[in-house]
Nanobody
Framework: QVQLVESGGGLVQPGGSLRLSCTAS????????MGWFRQAPGKEREFVSA????????YYADSVKDRFTISRVNAENTVYLQMTSLKPEDTAVYYC?????????????????????WGRGTQVTVSS
């Protein structure tokens, strides 16, 4: 059974930074891309970032490009999301996501339907 557990959320002032972590278990972590999504109150869940199996192809939503950095350490079964220059509009619950198919291509990274495994989420609040 695949399990994803996020951590690292919290309250931060605008312009601040946070690092989210997601630790996976239940399958061979290094065989799969991994993604991050977020959901703000009253809005649909949206793509934030994803990374391929070995970490050399990151992909970002335009809204976070140049501010967020995704990375992974396969030996630790963990994917990270380093968030900098945070804005109030980044406030949301952030979810770690694992795809169903280990052959999911980059073209599908932002497609929420490709992900079959989700963590419970971690709250990120950006406010002064």
């Amino acid at each position: 059974q695949v399990q994803l557990v996020e951590s690292g959320g919290g309250l931060v002032q605008p312009g601040g930074s946070l690092r989210l972590s997601c630790t996976a278990s239940g399958r061979t972590f290094s065989n799969y891309a991994m993604g991050w999504f977020r959901q703000a109150p009253g809005k649909e869940r949206e793509f934030v970032s994803a990374i391929n199996w070995n970490g050399n192809i990151p992909y970002y939503a335009d809204s976070v490009k140049d501010r967020f950095t995704i990375s992974r350490v396969n030996a630790e079964n963990t994917v990270y999301l380093q968030m900098t220059s945070l804005k109030p509009e980044d406030t949301a619950v952030y979810y770690c996501a694992g795809p169903r198919d280990q052959n999911m291509g980059v073209i599908s990274y932002r497609d929420i339907r490709e992900y079959g495994y989700w963590g419970r989420g971690t709250q990120v609040t950006v406010s002064s």
